[in-house]
């Protein structure tokens, strides 16, 4: 069987499973299907990411220079190795590039999606202010069953 077969099967498989599951996963209320995120969820998820990053980049090339001497060495000496050794270097920090570059996009996005997600709430909040009752407390927040009329 073929990677692309094998690969093919595999994610298939994943996408029923995933078209079966139970609407309770994540954070939100059990078997609502909503998917609910706090912000400390995104905070400690773009944390993890962002310590990856700044961990990642001295742990992942700590063997380079020692490597490529080790390299250059087999292969000046004949050995084919040499060559394969100095390519699997190269693949290596172009994967911990990559991997990097993952880790400041998972990062930069929470950050994005965190401050997003505040200015929506904001907005809506002024929103409902102003749609909301006329009262000496015009400041205060509409009540719950003024908000349900407008999801009815």
């Not at 909503?34 to 993890?48: F, Q, R, S």
């Not at 060495?73 to 270097?89: C, P, Q, R, W, Y």
Request: glycine content about 12%; proline content about 4%; some cysteine.
């Amino acid at each position: 069987m073929s990677f692309e077969q094998e690969w093919g099967e595999l994610k298939a498989a994943a996408a029923m499973r995933l078209n079966q599951a139970p609407g309770s996963g994540g954070s939100g209320p059990k078997g609502s299907g909503d998917y609910v995120v706090k912000d400390d969820e995104l905070g400690n998820i773009g944390h993890a990411a962002f310590n990856l990053f700044n961990g990642l980049e001295p742990t992942g090339k700590h063997a380079k220079a020692v490597s490529e001497t080790a390299g250059k060495s087999l292969t000046g000496d004949g050995f084919d190795t040499g060559a394969a050794f100095t390519e699997v270097i190269e693949v290596w920090g172009k994967q911990v590039k990559t991997l990097l570059q993952a880790c400041a996009h998972i990062s930069n996005h929470l950050d994005y999606t965190k401050a997003s997600r505040k200015s929506d709430d904001e907005w809506i909040e002024t929103q409902l202010r102003i749609v909301g009752p006329v009262a000496p407390e015009a400041d205060a927040a509409v009540p719950v069953s003024e908000i349900s009329k407008y999801f009815r």
